[in-house]
């Protein structure tokens, strides 16, 4: 049975067209897909990402605990409110999700894993607990929306008190605070600054009314894709898997293999790491028109390769995608669209930061 966020009301209110994602009936946009994309990277724009699921652990050894299932070092946070993005690994280094974790307390962490993959999540996760006598929690009583964009934290701080003001606006990237009965944490999948907040149910309709009042726009799924490809930000299911590790998902910078930690899938990463990497994530862009899509076949002088996630950029006005190809393809890449091989450049990601384009003209 398909799922519905608190918010579902207020999106059908506002005309949204609603889709099917991971189970859930969620907002594609609400009318124009550019529109939304150019509000978040122009001013300030919200997303009803409710669907994500919010897990509390609590217990002495949940630091210990975290050290063994993530694949980032949870030692490098060190103070309250600080954020880590990590992968969650299988015993053959397959990811299983990739999430954000929070510490808040030594004994009390909250992570923050994707809709699509919620049941496998917390299988996974309250089996792995058991050893560490750590409770698992979802917190099904949340609802979130994300705020991005250049104006969107001035936007979100003209409705919190004084104090929660304060917090909110002293707080760096990858942090979080408390007040007003809000969990505010400056991340984001957009490559825009702002805030993801997480607010009981009860209140979310009400916070949602209220940034939009103060010019904060809502945005659709559509618009979250666009400008989280443009922010070379990876989607799980399209750009990996768990038959994929976070060396071939161009996610190298989350692993940490400090001496002395064992973690799920260690043995597997240092293996392959050391017989070399056969596939890699790259960056393409298309100079001639055209739209890049999930699938299509990549040939390169090393061997083929596919699109994993692709798109038409709107801010840079032509497509982009991840592709996953053999090691060493840098020049001479053709993508098949319909059975013509149609050139492409290799680049660097992200493709857009602040807002502006980060490709070099040809």
Request: hydrophobic share 45%.
């Amino acid at each position: 049975m398909t799922q519905k966020t608190v918010l579902n009301d207020a999106h059908r209110a506002l005309g949204a067209k609603m889709v099917d994602f991971g189970g859930w009936d969620m907002p594609l946009n609400y009318g124009s897909q550019i529109e939304e994309h150019h509000a978040v990277r122009r001013d300030a724009g919200m997303f009803d990402v409710s669907h994500m699921t919010v897990v509390d652990l609590h217990g002495a050894k949940t630091r210990a605990f975290l050290r063994y299932l993530l694949a980032n070092s949870i030692d490098k946070l060190k103070a309250s409110g600080k954020a880590l993005y990590s992968c969650m690994l299988n015993e053959q280094g397959g990811v299983i999700d990739d999430l954000i974790v929070y510490f808040l307390s030594e004994d009390f962490f909250r992570v923050v894993v994707n809709a699509a993959t919620r049941e496998k999540d917390l299988a996974w996760i309250e089996k792995q607990a058991g050893a560490f006598d750590v409770k698992v929690t979802e917190r099904a009583d949340l609802a979130m929306i994300a705020v991005q964009g250049p104006n969107a934290r001035a936007k979100v701080q003209s409705l919190l008190s004084d104090a929660t003001r304060a917090a909110a606006a002293k707080i760096g990237k990858f942090v979080a605070t408390e007040g007003d009965d809000l969990f505010i944490a400056r991340t984001g999948y957009t490559g825009e600054d702002g805030y993801e907040i997480i607010v009981p149910e009860s209140a979310a309709v009400s916070l949602w009314a209220r940034l939009k009042d103060v010019g904060v726009a809502p945005a659709g799924l559509g618009a979250r894709d666009t400008l989280r490809l443009e922010a070379g930000m990876n989607l799980y299911g399209q750009d990996m898997d768990e038959t994929i590790t976070p060396w071939e998902a161009g996610l190298a910078w989350t692993v940490s293999l400090e001496p002395g930690r064992a973690f799920v899938g260690r043995g597997v990463l240092e293996k392959q790491r050391d017989d070399g990497i056969k596939r890699v994530l790259i960056g393409l862009v298309m100079d001639e028109k055209g739209v890049l899509r999930h699938g299509q076949r990549v040939v390169t002088p090393q061997g083929d390769g596919e699109i994993l996630s692709g798109t038409f950029s709107p801010t840079l006005g032509k497509a982009i995608a991840f592709a996953r190809v053999p090691a060493g393809a840098t020049d001479g890449v053709q993508v098949d669209i319909r059975g013509k091989l149609v050139p492409v450049r290799v680049v660097k990601y992200p493709f857009v930061r602040d807002g502006q384009s980060q490709i070099e003209t040809p």
